[in-house]
């Protein structure tokens, strides 16, 4: 079965400092895996999108990176700040005729001044 | 958020009554799709379409329909037979069938 699941379900942080959230599916096959921020009561927004063959991509201080033999991925949050706190929702891509996706459930960061 | 609009973004509804949720998108994207998200759980894509008068099911298609007479827009009604039609609902467009989505705002469907 195509699965996503991320952890941690739940995180709090100090603001400035770093954190990394996970991914881990089973979806086979596979296409791209990205990574989603969505605010409270709004909709997704892209923040990465990474094929198979790529191992990490950045976003200001957003860094994915991806192991496609482990199918694994994380998201690595630099200095974080108070308007990172969010759920961070991971998406894997599969093959096939439309854009099928697999959403994880997200980690829910809260930052704390 | 990107060129797509929901409306509107809080919607109560009595059990048993349809209601439509709208959703309508100035990309110029020939794809659009409706997911639906619960608390705890990833999204699940109730319809796509990839392609004006044309569309298909997805994994939760029952007691949802809808619509794509215009490019523009993809409405999604909910019927009285979706048995627990409380939810987030997210409209979604992309270029193509396989390219990067861009979601509208959501609507929050409660029904009572």
């Known amino acids: 079965k195509n699965q996503v699941e991320q952890s941690p379900q739940s995180l709090i942080i100090l603001e400035g400092k770093n954190c990394t959230l996970q991914?881990?599916?089973?979806?086979?096959?596979?296409?791209?895996l990205r990574w989603y921020k969505q605010d409270t009561g709004r909709g997704p927004v892209s923040l990465t999108i990474?094929?198979?063959?790529?191992n990490t991509k950045s976003n200001g201080r957003y860094t994915a990176t991806l192991d496609a033999d482990t199918k694994q991925s994380s998201l690595h949050i630099t200095a974080s700040q108070l308007s990172d706190s969010a759920s961070y929702i991971c998406v894997v891509g599969g093959l096939g005729g439309y854009n099928k996706l697999i959403f994880g459930a997200g980690t829910r960061l809260a930052v704390h001044p | 958020d990107g060129g797509i609009t929901q409306s509107p973004k809080y919607l109560f509804r009595k059990e048993g009554q349809n209601v439509t949720l709208s959703c309508e998108q100035n990309l110029n994207h020939d794809a659009m799709y409706w997911y639906r998200q619960d608390p705890g759980q990833g999204l699940r894509l109730i319809y796509y379409s990839q392609i004006v008068n044309d569309f298909q099911k997805g994994d939760i298609a029952e007691g949802y329909s809808v619509s794509r007479e215009k490019k523009e827009s993809f409405p999604l009604t909910v019927t009285s037979a979706q048995k627990n039609p409380t939810a987030f609902y997210l409209c979604a467009s992309s270029i193509g069938g396989r390219t990067e989505q861009f979601f509208g705002p959501g609507t929050r469907l409660t029904v009572l």
């Open positions: 990474m094929t198979f063959s790529e």
């Open positions: 991914c881990n599916y089973t979806v086979s096959p596979f296409s791209n």
